[in-house]
């Protein structure tokens, strides 16, 4: 029986055909840059103070000196979340008394932001932060924040479920309904010939054919095939616990998972993190976004060329290995340390983009769709865990580059050991799945050991 690579060997590679699905699949991932990544500045929390009411009878200097210093990420500057005491500075105003040489502020009690914030315009003229009602603990807790990422994230996720469990029964035509291009992209016909719909896929394959400018063979299938096709299909019924149905296999899903989940905890933690960055956060922004052009292109180039393993974890190495190195900087040099950021963005970026080849190549037909899909949704949770490691930046701002760039560097190890994929045909069944390295050979010495105490059986044993 032919493999699918085989039936369709008359299409070519890279006929229009391909390059238009190619493309039509391109342009339907754009929305996502919006709509991931607006909440960088949707959600913005400019510097903010607490307000004073209109009723405080106080004087410019003790207006001034209302707010207590601290240090935040690093760095000194008004209190967020606290005010002195505002009965006491009415009683010292109405004194006369100066702030700093009559009365020593350090001393002074504090109290909450009762009335409310004072947001600076500086940068941004209306944010959801600025606009949108918060209790205290809210702001300054950065729940607000944390909530609306929470809940955009969980909604991404649900529908990476959603799409991991609808694909087993529909494939991608379900997921591509409702969209301006689902009347162009057709199903997968490989898809659709592990479901036994051959018809189908028969008429997409010829209309590749028309399209590419080739004569299609007057029979793509035989009754022979579909008769062998139809009785393996019944014998493999594709659930989502098939992911863990082996030990090989489950080994494989769980390390794919936290290669997904911790790939994007750097990647969207870097991204989340550049309205901190020192300068303009529209230009570091605007740099975070360009720098993933030459990312893509240096991914396309490595899965071309070299092994899959090495390639994604030769750019987790480097962009985890860079954003370690950024604790190392000295503080005057802003420059630099920007410079290190987009790097390593540039690093695990590209790791990034090859993990959706790479996946899709480790799994069989009848699983593939809901592997990918349950790897992105493993995803969307590092999605949603990111935003609290940009957060730790208030209390020392070299620890969300040191969270994840050792996170960065462990899943690159552990994907040293993940089964190589490249220049191997994609698998069909669970059969044809690599195995994790070091499984085959503990196999193999368990064969050898267990015929080895087999013919040792067999010698202690005499013939009455």
Request: proline content about 5%.
């Amino acid at each position: 029986m032919r493999d699918y690579d085989e039936l369709i060997s008359f299409l070519g590679e890279w006929g229009p055909f391909q390059r238009l699905i190619f493309f039509l699949l391109s342009a339907s991932i754009v929305p996502n840059g919006f709509t991931g990544l607006s909440i960088v500045f949707l959600a913005g929390a400019p510097e903010h103070r607490c307000r004073l009411p209109p009723s405080a009878n106080l004087s410019r200097e003790w207006l001034n000196a209302s707010i207590p210093r601290e240090v935040q990420g690093g760095r000194e500057g008004p209190s967020r979340c606290r005010r002195y005491r505002l009965e006491s500075l009415a009683n010292f105003s109405a004194l006369g008394l100066q702030p700093g040489r009559d009365v020593d502020l350090s001393q002074l009690e504090q109290e909450k932001c009762l009335d409310g914030w004072e947001y600076s315009r500086e940068l941004y003229l209306s944010t959801i932060v600025t606009e949108v009602w918060q209790k205290e603990y809210s702001l300054c807790n950065h729940g607000s924040a944390d909530w609306l990422q929470f809940c955009a994230d969980l909604l991404y996720q649900l529908g990476d479920v959603h799409s991991a469990v609808s694909y087993s029964w529909h494939g991608t035509d379900l997921e591509l309904r409702g969209g301006l291009h689902s009347g162009v992209i057709p199903e997968s016909p490989r898809w659709l010939i592990s479901q036994g719909r051959f018809k189908e896929a028969e008429i997409i394959i010829r209309k590749a054919a028309k399209t590419n400018g080739i004569v299609a063979p007057a029979m793509l299938f035989d009754s022979t095939e579909m008769q062998d096709m139809k009785l393996q299909q019944q014998q493999q019924k594709a659930y989502i616990l098939d992911l863990f149905r082996t030990r090989n296999i489950a080994v494989i899903t769980v390390m794919s998972l936290l290669l997904w989940m911790l790939t994007s905890i750097g990647y969207f933690g870097l991204s989340l993190n550049t309205p901190n960055l020192h300068g303009n956060v529209f230009i570091n922004c605007f740099l975070s976004a360009i720098i993933e052009v030459p990312a893509y292109v240096i991914a396309w180039l490595l899965l071309r060329t070299l092994p899959r393993r090495y390639s994604i974890s030769g750019t987790l190495f480097l962009g985890g290995g860079v954003v370690l190195f950024i604790q190392l900087v000295p503080t005057d040099f802003h420059i630099l340390s920007v410079f290190l950021v987009m790097l390593g963005k540039f690093g695990i970026t590209s790791a990034f983009s090859m993990l959706y080849v790479y996946t899709s190549e480790i799994y069989p037909t009848i699983v593939r769709n809901m592997a990918v899909g349950a790897t992105s949704m493993s995803s969307r949770v590092g999605s949603i865990i990111a935003p609290y490691f940009v957060y730790l930046g208030a209390y020392d701002r070299y620890l969300p580059y040191i969270l994840m760039g050792s996170l960065t560097v462990l899943i690159g190890i552990l994907t040293l050991f993940l089964p190589e994929s490249y220049g191997n045909p994609l698998p069909e069944t669970f059969d044809q799945m690599l195995k994790v390295k070091g499984f085959r050979n503990r196999q193999h010495t368990n064969h050898v050991r267990s015929s080895k105490e087999t013919e040792d059986s067999k010698t202690q044993i005499t013939p009455l």
